[in-house]
Nanobody
Framework: QVQLVESGGGLVQAGGSLRLSCAAS????????MGWYRQAPGKQRELVAT???????NYEDSVKGRFTISRDFAKNTVYLQMNSLKPEDTAVYYC???????????WGQGTPVTVSS
């Protein structure tokens, strides 16, 4: 079972940028897709960005044009570049992997992002 460890979160002012990393303990090559989720206080976890094994990306509407997901197979790492951050982006960010059976239940600790106005 591949373990996923997120890092790179922090406190940033509105309009700033952060790059999140998700390091996998094993190969991510075999997964259908990798994704970044976020959970804001008092809200459900939502999927914000995905990248398939062929490199196709997809974004939740509120982050389109501001966030970019990428992955490095050699490093078994997935990234989320977040630009033009807004206070509503404040959340704990998690990565996950999708198999033929759907997204795994193997959640990491996440990395918190706080955007101040």
């Amino acid at each position: 079972q591949v373990q996923l460890v997120e890092s790179g979160g922090g406190l940033v002012q509105a309009g700033g940028s952060l790059r999140l990393s998700c390091a996998a303990s094993g190969s991510i090559f075999s997964f259908n897709a990798m994704g970044w989720y976020r959970q804001a206080p008092g809200k459900q976890r939502e999927l914000v960005a995905t990248i398939t094994s062929t490199g196709t990306t997809n974004y939740e509407d509120s982050v389109k044009g501001r966030f970019t997901i990428s992955r490095d197979f050699a490093k078994n790492t997935v990234y989320l570049q977040m630009n033009s951050l807004k206070p509503e982006d404040t959340a704990v960010y998690y990565c996950n992997a999708r198999t033929l059976y759907g997204w795994t239940h193997n959640w990491g600790q996440g990395t918190p992002v706080t955007v101040s106005s």
